[in-house]
């Protein structure tokens, strides 16, 4: 069959490469751009890749992500960095976090951890607030990727399969 995908970015990029690696030969990606599409959100060198996100389907295909974001052996090597991130919440958004935290802990995802003022200040001294009516939270699973790379890597390997690319007006 024939697959006509409209928009090289981050989604139609990543589904001509599954499709491509599903055996798919007919495939054809239409941009205004060649890859990487300058309109692209993904057209970026700083993605942050995280696992926090209160419902389990976010949070299964981001923690699948990262995996492949981490994988020092595979399409995106070298592109990921994981720095881990703070995580401020006020009253207002501390429900998000709460239950991001219960959505992990129920999928297996190490959860970000409530994080005391000081501990922040001593681990990250430029940091020197008082955060009043804040909670913090730590998670090392985030991190960011060279999201424009990832792009492009995903582009050739499908195009090495006959993936068609075509840009312009």
């Given at each position: 069959k024939s697959v006509l995908i409209i928009g090289g970015g981050t989604w139609g990029t990543s589904t001509a490469y599954y499709l491509a690696k599903k055996g798919y030969k007919s495939v054809t990606v239409l941009d205004r751009w060649p890859v990487p599409s300058a309109e692209a959100a993904g057209n970026d060198i700083n993605k942050v890749i995280r696992t926090e996100?209160?419902?389990?389907?976010?949070?299964?295909?981001?923690?699948?992500?990262?995996?492949?974001?981490?994988?020092?052996?595979?399409?995106?090597?070298?592109?990921?960095?994981?720095?881990?991130?703070?995580?401020?919440?006020?009253?207002?958004?501390?429900?998000?976090?709460?239950?991001?935290?219960?959505?992990?802990?129920?999928?297996?995802?190490?959860?970000?951890?409530?994080t005391p003022t000081e501990d922040i200040h001593k681990q990250w001294p430029e940091l020197d607030g008082s955060f009043p009516q804040w909670k913090s939270f730590w998670s090392p699973n985030a991190g960011w990727a060279n999201a424009r790379e990832g792009i492009v890597r995903m582009a050739r390997e499908a195009m090495k399969v006959g993936i068609k690319y075509v840009s312009g007006d």
């Open positions: 996100y209160p419902e389990p389907l976010y949070a299964k295909l981001a923690s699948d992500a990262a995996k492949l974001w981490r994988d020092k052996n595979g399409l995106f090597a070298g592109l990921y960095h994981q720095t881990g991130w703070i995580i401020g919440a006020s009253d207002r958004s501390l429900p998000y976090v709460e239950n991001s935290i219960k959505t992990a802990g129920n999928l297996g995802i190490e959860p970000a951890k409530l």
